[in-house]
């Protein structure tokens, strides 16, 4: 799998944007963008995940770059409740498979 | 519904002993995955399952470590002779399939003193 580049911790004002930046310049043809969030003693969740088009649930968006070497993480107005950890995994969905996880970035909302 | 649960939620166990860690998945998943995440750093791929047989375990550290699942639902993390360095959260997921969207469980601690 791609290797990702994510910031290590950011920082966010309660019921602000937030939008959360990874890099994967080796990203290949069928590698899908998946992003998980750990809250603290918790197993990871899924959070949303894309190809090629900006994608939106009731989480968050996802936008990619049109040449699919980043993409972000948009959560639309914080809450102290998102305060995770937050990984960006690229995985070839035609095979699945298992995750392989960076350090993620750790978001830190401030109220 | 039922998401995936681990037991036990803690275990401390003594060097050289052996452990068992348990996993049940949400109910028809025939893809069970196991990590294990140690102190700062994001989980890292141990073995999974598709259906009753192991499909890819190539993220077992050594031969200590093996894992079950004979019938296709629970299955079961074993660890022998346990050393200090296997201290860290063991995460089981299970999907509906393997190229679909995983779903965690709460995690079991394991403390080797």
């Known amino acids: 799998d791609a290797k990702t580049t994510q910031p290590n911790s950011m920082e966010s004002n309660e019921e602000e944007p937030v939008h959360l930046p990874c890099n994967h310049s080796?990203?290949?043809?069928?590698?899908?963008i998946h992003w998980y969030r750990q809250l603290p003693s918790q197993g990871p969740e899924y959070v949303i995940h894309?190809?090629?088009s900006n994608v939106n649930n009731r989480m968050a968006s996802l936008a990619i770059a049109e040449d699919r070497k980043s993409s972000t993480l948009i959560l639309h107005r914080a809450t102290l409740r998102d305060a995770a950890v937050y990984y960006c995994?690229?995985?070839?969905?035609?095979?699945?498979?298992?995750?392989?996880f960076g350090p993620g970035t750790r978001l830190s909302v401030l109220p | 519904g039922a998401g995936v649960s681990q037991t036990p939620s803690n275990k401390v166990t003594e060097k050289g002993k052996y452990v068992e860690l348990r996993c049940d998945p949400i109910?028809?998943?025939?893809?069970l995955y196991w990590y294990r995440q140690s102190l700062g750093q994001g989980p890292e791929f141990l073995i999974y399952?598709?259906?009753?047989?192991?499909?890819?375990d190539s993220g077992l550290p050594n031969d200590r470590f093996f894992a079950v699942r004979p019938e296709g639902s629970v299955s079961t993390l074993k660890i022998q002779r346990t050393e200090r360095g296997d201290s860290a959260v063991y995460l089981c997921?299970?999907?509906?399939?393997?190229?679909?969207?995983?779903?965690f469980g709460p995690g079991t601690r394991l403390t080797v003193l």
């Open positions: 997921a299970s999907s509906l399939v393997i190229t679909d969207t995983q779903y």
């Open positions: 080796t990203i290949s043809g069928t590698d899908y």
């Open positions: 894309g190809l090629t």
């Open positions: 995994i690229l995985r070839d969905d035609d095979y699945g498979q298992n995750f392989v």
């Open positions: 109910s028809g998943h025939t893809a």
């Open positions: 399952f598709q259906g009753t047989g192991a499909a890819d």
